[in-house]
């Protein structure tokens, strides 16, 4: 059993410098259509959760902090410290926020991609044609636009990297039985589990490709389960008990029906009517042309125990399974990978149809040629429109993104020790450029959007705190009054000032007095806050045993205090802490703290003989009270807001 299938492909004997030129084109026009494609992608800025992991640097303040950063389970459950901790950890520290140098590795990355892709397939069918024609397929598709337009992306083409890399390095063991390069395969192999998670698909695409291609090296192929089982079992372990909205695993029956989703969108009719006009017919009636043409040659070549189109129609599934019990987070770049085998399947039914209509211009041969270029055609004429209109809308998302970050710094230079009111901030630019905290990489905590701008969000308010964006309108207002606040207006760039005409126009409305909520590290509410507090630190702000502050009526009848913040380990270590409030001289019920390490939320009801009250006097008492080692103070409690509810 061999792993060439298509014999016939290989070229005739050609002059030194038809072969050098035929060469130059296989590598070379694959790399430069890459360009073309993409060259938005390479001046686009930083967006979403890219500002979370440029934040990195901020967290780490001793040696031991770079272990935390690099391998603790994020909220998704991942733990990727080559991809997305380390890269963006390296790339922070030696280029700041400069977006180019990122751009740049990712551009790299892709381009070695594709000639890794190229030789793959080279070597696979010995076939220039497939080896040139594989790349652009998979160029074109429109899962790539996402991770080459967005940094926080990257681990799909890296992954693409290593994936090509050590299956490279496993043909070439094959060829020629060298354990070196077993072992080389084996050290990239495993790096990947580094890079994503997906890694523990690798195993299992060379022990199919053995058993179909290379049934002699089927054992050695057998041992790379090990690693990935072990992996699976230690990721699972450590994974969080709660994992971010979307991606909890859910093994059920809507694995198919997202398994065809995930279909439709690799082959590509079924978006088109998403950036332009088609008939409704065109995207079933496209998915399932495509969808029987895969599988009659598929099935045709199987049927002449030529194994290798199957290979790769079965690579696609491999590479796709593990994102399918994940029916709430379906992402058009999860195609990034599946994407290879489906270009590397549509490069070989290419070239094979060529090398049949080489052999003789009959019927047939013509009818191959025909079917293999209508569906090829087909597949472009679908993939390359979204993926261009994907690719610019990233782009001016992230220079939308751009000119609000720094706009916002340039802003807190002109107005220092002022907070910043982000007015007419929609949608998109609040998931792009303020959810994921990017001020505080210019040192800013005190930018804020105006009040009733959640009106203007979609989102989930069990799994979003939108709180922490606001300012509620008796504080902006009180702001405005002091002159401490200034309002820009985010709704086009450059941002600009408007806190006269929004003053007269909007503030004037908001009611008056102390707000019923207090975000204790917010110079805006400091009037609010009475003794007992210690500065504000990053996120949250100590209090002394004991510590004061002033509530206002809102405009519904409060019903209880609720106390917001952080509890560190040692707090709670010899048992839970107890948490007394006062309001207006009246005790409420005592709660006890248990968290370690972790966010907390207290809940104190409100007596009825409080109900009615205009102004609330809050006492907080700590008991026992907290002494860090290393730290003199004495420490209550790590508070980041009191509200009334």
């Known amino acids: 059993m061999t792993s060439v299938d298509v014999r016939a492909n290989r070229p005739a004997p050609q002059s030194g ?3 050098a030129l035929i060469a130059l084109a296989v590598w070379l026009l694959p790399a430069l259509f890459c360009y073309w494609l993409y060259a938005p992608g390479l001046t686009s800025w930083f967006q979403q959760d890219d500002f979370a992991w440029l934040g990195l640097p901020l967290q780490l303040h001793q040696a031991s902090d770079l272990w935390r950063l690099l391998f603790e389970p994020m909220a998704q459950g991942t733990v990727r410290p080559i991809s997305e901790r380390g890269f963006f950890l390296v790339f922070t520290s030696l280029f700041g926020i400069d977006a180019l140098p990122f751009r740049v590795c990712v551009f790299v990355t892709a381009i070695a991609d594709v000639l890794l892709l190229s030789s793959v397939v080279l070597h696979l069918t010995h076939s220039r044609l497939a080896a040139a024609a594989a790349p652009v397929l998979w160029l074109v598709n429109c899962g790539l636009s996402v991770p080459m337009s967005w940094t926080s992306a990257y681990n799909q083409i890296l992954f693409g990297f290593c994936l090509l890399a050590a299956f490279r390095l496993y043909l070439k063991y094959v060829q020629t039985g060298q354990r070196k390069f077993y072992v080389f395969q084996l050290i990239v192999f495993l790096l990947g589990f580094g890079v994503l998670e997906l890694n523990v698909v690798y195993p299992v695409l060379v022990i199919v490709y053995a058993a179909l291609l290379a049934r002699p090296f089927l054992r050695p192929a057998l041992p790379l389960l090990a690693p990935a089982a072990l992996f699976a079992i230690v990721h699972r372990m450590n994974a969080p008990a709660q994992v971010a909205p979307g991606y909890a695993i859910q093994v059920d029956e809507r694995i198919f029906s997202t398994f065809y989703t995930y279909w439709q969108w690799l082959l590509g009719p079924s978006q088109l009517s998403i950036v332009k006009h088609v008939p409704g017919w065109f995207a079933p009636a496209g998915t399932l042309v495509l969808t029987v043409a895969i599988l009659a040659y598929t099935i045709c070549k199987t049927l002449k125990k030529q194994y290798l189109p199957l290979f790769f129609l079965a690579s696609i599934v491999i590479v796709l399974a593990p994102v399918l019990p ?50 090829l055609f087909l597949y472009v004429y679908a993939q390359l429109p979204l993926n261009r209109v994907s690719v610019a809308w990233w782009h001016r998302r992230s220079l939308r993104a751009q000119g609000l970050v720094e706009g916002v710094a340039t802003a807190a230079a002109r107005h220092p020790g002022k907070t910043i009111l982000l007015a007419s901030v929609d949608n998109d630019l609040f998931w792009a450029a303020v959810y994921d905290s990017p001020f505080q990489l210019y040192g800013l905590h005190n930018v804020f959007l105006v009040p009733g701008s959640e009106r203007a969000l979609k989102y989930d308010p069990a799994a979003v705190n939108l709180a922490q964006y606001l300012v509620a309108p008796r504080a902006a207002r009180r702001a405005l009054d002091r002159n401490q606040a200034v309002v820009y207006d985010a709704g086009r760039m450059p941002i600009h000032n408007i806190t006269t005409i929004f003053t007269r126009s909007v503030a004037e409305t908001w009611p008056a007095g102390f707000s019923p909520e207090v975000n204790v590290t917010d110079p805006l509410y400091a009037d609010q806050l009475g003794r007992g507090w210690y500065d504000p630190e990053q996120g949250f702000r100590w209090t002394h045993p004991q510590a004061t502050l002033r509530l206002g009526r809102g405009d519904t009848m409060p019903h209880s205090v609720s106390l917001s913040g952080y509890c560190v380990a040692v707090q709670t270590q010899s048992g839970p802490l107890e948490v007394r409030l006062t309001v207006n001289g009246i005790p409420l019920i005592p709660r006890q703290l248990t968290a370690r390490d972790a966010p907390f939320k207290l809940e104190f009801p409100l007596p009825g003989k409080l109900l009615r009250e205009t102004t609330f006097e809050v006492t907080i008492d700590v008991d026992p009270p907290t002494v860090i080692p290393g730290e003199s103070r004495k420490l209550g409690l790590a508070v980041t807001s009191v509200r009334l509810q």
């Not at 994940?326 to 070989?348: Q, V």
């Open 17 to 19: 410098a038809s072969r």
């Open 326 to 375: 994940l029916p709430g987070h379906i992402s058009d770049y999860y195609l990034t990978l599946p994407a290879i085998g489906l270009a590397a399947l549509g490069a070989l039914a290419l070239a094979d149809a060529v090398a049949a209509l080489s052999r003789g211009r009959n019927a047939r041969a013509l009818l191959r040629a025909a079917a293999a270029a209508g569906c």
